[in-house]
């Protein structure tokens, strides 16, 4: 209904639905911005999506406006999740990916072969999921009840570190990294960091309730921890969706699990402290609604993206030495780079430094 809706009014009164689109825009970022340290923002950030995303991602996976839910791994499904698994493997196929952008006409085709279609179950042992946190492992099914899928989403956290460091698709990036940046992910087992998307499983992406129900999934929890890392195969309709989601691939993280020779990247979103609000205004530029005060954000935009990277280690309570080893430097060339930031900045000390650059970010 809403999709009729939208439809119909952005042919007959294109600037009134381009002002209420920018209402919706506006109003979920700062739901977004506002609450996602204090709740889950899954909602939100589904919403939000809808409509700050290109026509591509609106097209992708919210056409059908299908019902679905998420169902725990648990004692009395256990042997149906065991089934879906193997008739997957049984019945694995070619899957074509035909989309044709409403707006512009473009015609997307993606392949998915049957052999790829295997790789989001490769390293997938239930047992072994379980026994880490029973929460990893959930169904996917439609309205009717029917096993449509499989997610497994790992939280980052003390509990799970050991497991991501030595484990097929996660040790690529975990395992790399130092000390002083684990310790940002060693928080309590009761608790995430982050979320490392291990597999969202469908078995065809192009039937167009599974897909919304595998994209949905990743959507809602691409935000609400301030840290997400996604795996998905090396298969341009995948990486599509992560870039296009505003995803970056991960400097540290390229593998070979999948099929032991194509490099397959890791997709990240790292929306931590302040990095959030920036990330919600990359995804809204286009539309001329950035948010950030153009004056007291001066400073900021000067500075470069390694000067940045400097700054928020600082604000988090990093020594000179725990920075360099973080970011691979030597403490002398963090230095060079305080040196730079406090005169672009304006500020002549480490305190005056975190004070201006909580009042710009907050």
Known sequence: MRDA???ELRHRM???YEK???RCIMHYYHK???????KSVDWECEEWVYYVGDQWICGFFYQKSASYYWEPLNADNWAEAEKYIENRRLHAKDTRITY??????????YLITAEESLYTLKHI????????????VKLI?????????????????????????????????????????????RVPKDTKAGYFVKTIDVPDFSNLTMREAAGITFINHMLSPGFCIAAPPANPMFEDIHLRLGCETAKEGIHFDYDGTT????????????????????????????EEDKHEDEGLIALSDREKEVVELLVKGYTNLEIAGSLYISEITVKKHLSNIFRKLDVKNRTQLINKYIKITK
Do not use: W
């Open 5 to 7: 809706i939208c439809f």
């Open 14 to 16: 294109p600037d009134h």
């Open 20 to 22: 209420l689109r920018k």
């Open 32 to 38: 977004i911005k506002d609450s996602a340290k204090k």
């Open 100 to 109: 044709s952008d409403p707006e512009s006409n473009e015609c997307y085709n």
């Open 125 to 136: 042992e239930l047992r072994e999921l379980y026994d880490l946190d029973p929460s990893i």
């Open 141 to 185: 099914r439609d309205s009717q009840g029917t096993l449509s899928g499989l997610s497994v989403i790992i939280p980052i956290n003390a509990h799970t570190l050991d497991y991501l460091k030595s484990k097929p698709l996660s040790s690529a990036f975990f395992s790399k990294l130092p000390e002083v940046r684990l310790k940002e992910f």
């Open 263 to 290: 490099p397959t990247p890791l997709y990240v979103i790292d929306t931590r402290g302040n990095k959030l609000k920036h990330f919600l205004n990359k995804m809204i530029a286009s539309f001329g609604l950035l």
